[in-house]
């Protein structure tokens, strides 16, 4: 597979990092991941847009013109044969010597890193048509979760804590509401609305979320954005996910309790369909 790093395009085994690199050694860097379908990036004008505000909540510069970003996407779509998969791009705040809690001088280049994978059949993952059941563990992340780090931790924990009880993945709680899933961004639907809670320091500002709320909003379907409790969520008649690499991705058991009918709704089912629908059409 063929990388960028730096402003080159090399086999990933010639693309190597300094140990010194605060990435490495301070968790100090952001990341995005991009959708492929059909050869083409999905919602990517939103990745950038979240890239620049994560970069300046961490007064990190940014150290490419967008345009080369998308430049660079486009190149390792094509170099590497991607038709449905993922461009996962990192920028860490560079090498800066021996370990140190203050940041390098601020001309210090950063580190990008691009690489891409395929995903055969991303739109249509057998797992929309099952649904998700998840578990529910407190959010014990920071308190920035709107800062795109690479400080996945907690959320790695909770992954393998949900498959090691035999479940599909974790909805984070905190006082008593639900935040977000270890990777997307929480829903649920009752009496035709779909529910979520707003956009603020304490989750990620999902950019399917976004997305999908524009055209749910396009659809006539109305959304309350407020937060909601996991007993909220069991009682639902629906309750699904959003990230990047899930689109729309129903939940049909929470803590071992089925959600409404326990399979995936009519509702999720459309908005499924709409995302894939408009996405498409929007990308580039
Ligand atoms: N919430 C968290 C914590 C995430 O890590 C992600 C994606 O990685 C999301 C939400 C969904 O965001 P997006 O729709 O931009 O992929």
Do not use: C
Request: glycine content about 8%; cysteine-free; aromatic content about 8%.
């Amino acid at each position: 597979r063929i990388v960028y790093l730096n402003g080159s395009y090399v086999p990933e085994t010639e693309a190597t990092v300094s140990i010194f690199d605060r990435g490495f050694v301070m968790g100090d860097a952001v990341y995005e991941v991009t959708t492929v379908l059909g050869g083409r990036l999905i919602d990517f004008d939103g990745h950038m847009t979240r890239l620049k505000r994560s970069l300046g909540e961490l007064r990190m510069a940014m150290p490419l013109a967008e345009a080369e970003i998308l430049a660079a996407h486009r190149r390792l779509v094509e170099e590497n044969g991607i038709t449905d998969g993922m461009i996962y791009l990192q920028i860490s705040r560079g090498n800066a010597g021996d370990r140190d809690f203050v940041f390098p001088p601020a001309d210090t280049p950063a580190t990008v890193v691009m690489y891409g994978w395929d995903k055969p059949g991303l739109a249509d993952n057998p797992a929309a048509r099952e649904g998700l059941r998840i578990i529910t563990m407190p959010d014990l992340r920071w308190a920035r979760r709107d800062i795109k780090t690479v400080q996945l931790l907690y959320p790695s924990l909770a992954k393998m804590e949900a498959k090691a009880q035999g479940k599909d993945d974790a909805w984070f709680v905190e006082e008593g509401t639900v935040t977000e899933g270890t990777s997307n961004n929480a829903y649920i639907v009752a009496g035709g609305r779909i529910i979520t809670r707003p956009t603020s320091h304490d989750i990620l500002h999902g950019i399917t979320r976004a997305s999908l709320l524009r055209y749910a909003r396009e659809a006539q379907i109305t959304i309350e954005e407020r937060p909601f409790t996991v007993d909220e969520a069991q009682q639902a008649d629906e309750a699904f996910i959003t990230s990047a690499s899930q689109f729309v991705m129903p939940v049909v058991e929470i803590d071992g309790v089925p959600v409404g009918a326990g399979r995936p709704g009519p509702v999720t089912q459309r908005l499924r369909e709409i995302y894939l629908e408009e996405s498409r059409k929007a990308a580039i």
